[in-house]
């Protein structure tokens, strides 16, 4: 039997997605829920809970976005042409936040305040626009042979607006169960109070995407309300269900890191809910992964580089997180 290199390179995109969603989530997720502490002090903890992994956490997004224009071109191109916009805003606010982490270690104390707006603000705004993204992609875009034919602002449309904003709460919960395990005392009672309000938002935004979406597409509505599949796909939100909950009732018990992981879950399920509604398409409507595959040849010299690749950065986080695995105090820092 024939391997399936387009699938298996469909494959390693969604692990470096997945991978990038939760890992830099988290971190673009404290940047998201700054605006509500108000300690200098307290920030700093923040942002040291993350000093050690985040540049790495983001290498994730390099290598999902170099496999997607190694591997599916086609995809990569219409992508880029359709959300040029938003993709590049998500960049220079990628840029602008990774300057203001740099910097805010350094400045006089008198700039300390301009780098944590400007911190605060480009997590903002790249979550803003990595939903965005999600969203137009599940919208759909207008294509004739194999070129993009619809307009630069296509994406300005009420459902991938709304999916930025429900990016913006799946990021918040991830960063703030984050903090539940690195911090103590007083910052982590706050971050106590804020996840069930998180949550709330969380779940408000997953119900809406969750009706919405098939109204996006008749294909999406039949795959998850048709016989037999309105069976098999249940477990998906039922579980989303039952994971929200036992987060509410994790975090009234004062637990640290089951939130987090329940969060890692959630986040998860409401990924594979996306997967499940757009496969085997990767440009909706209607470009398959084999549509918009590169030739045999390419998928298959590159899959050498990336068994090679992927297990290095697999084993160079791993290591990132052990080493400064535990509790970051005030007055600590890694700089």
């Known amino acids: 039997m024939e391997l399936d290199l387009s699938v298996v390179w469909f494959g390693i995109i969604i692990f470096a997605t997945l991978m990038y969603i939760f890992m830099d989530g988290f971190d673009l997720g404290i940047g998201i829920i700054m605006p509500f502490v108000k300690s200098s002090s307290q920030k700093d903890v923040m942002v040291n809970s993350v000093a050690p992994v985040w540049d790495g956490n983001e290498t994730w997004i390099v290598l999902g976005g170099a496999a997607l224009f190694g591997a599916f071109p086609l995809a990569y191109s219409i992508i880029l042409e359709a959300l040029t916009i938003p993709i590049t805003l998500m960049l220079v606010a990628l840029i602008f936040r990774g300057v203001a982490f740099e910097f805010r270690f350094k400045a006089l104390p008198s700039h300390l305040k301009f ?133 509410f009732d994790s975090v009234k018990k004062q637990k640290e890191t089951s939130p987090f992981l329940m969060a890692l879950m959630i986040v998860f399920l409401g990924f594979a809910g996306l997967g499940i509604s757009l496969w085997p398409n990767i440009i909706p409507p209607n470009i398959s992964i084999w549509q918009a595959a590169a030739p045999k040849e390419s998928l298959s010299f590159m899959l050498y580089g990336a068994l090679i690749i992927i297990p290095m950065i697999l084993a160079y986080t791993f290591w990132s997180y052990y080493v400064f695995a535990g509790k970051v105090k005030e007055g600590e820092a890694y700089h």
Do not use: H
């Not at 705004?125 to 919208?139: D, H, L, N, W």
């Not at 004739?144 to 307009?151: D, F, H, K, L, V």
């Open 115 to 247: 780098w944590d707006r400007a911190f605060m603000a480009g997590s903002i705004i790249t979550t803003y626009c990595q939903g965005v993204v999600v969203g137009a992609v599940v919208q759909g875009f207008t294509v004739e042979g194999r070129i993009y034919t619809g307009g630069q602002l296509d994406w300005i449309a009420p459902f991938p607006l709304f999916c930025g904003f429900g990016l913006l709460a799946a990021y918040a919960l991830l960063g703030s169960t984050w903090l539940l395990t690195k911090t103590e005392g007083d910052l982590q009672q706050t971050i106590f109070t804020l996840v069930p309000k998180i949550l709330s938002l969380l779940i408000v935004a997953i119900i809406v995407v969750s009706a919405w979406t098939p109204l996006t597409s008749v294909s999406i509505a039949e795959r998850w309300f048709t016989l037999p599949n309105l069976f098999l796909l249940a477990p998906v939100p039922l579980l989303t269900a039952v994971l929200c909950w036992k987060t």
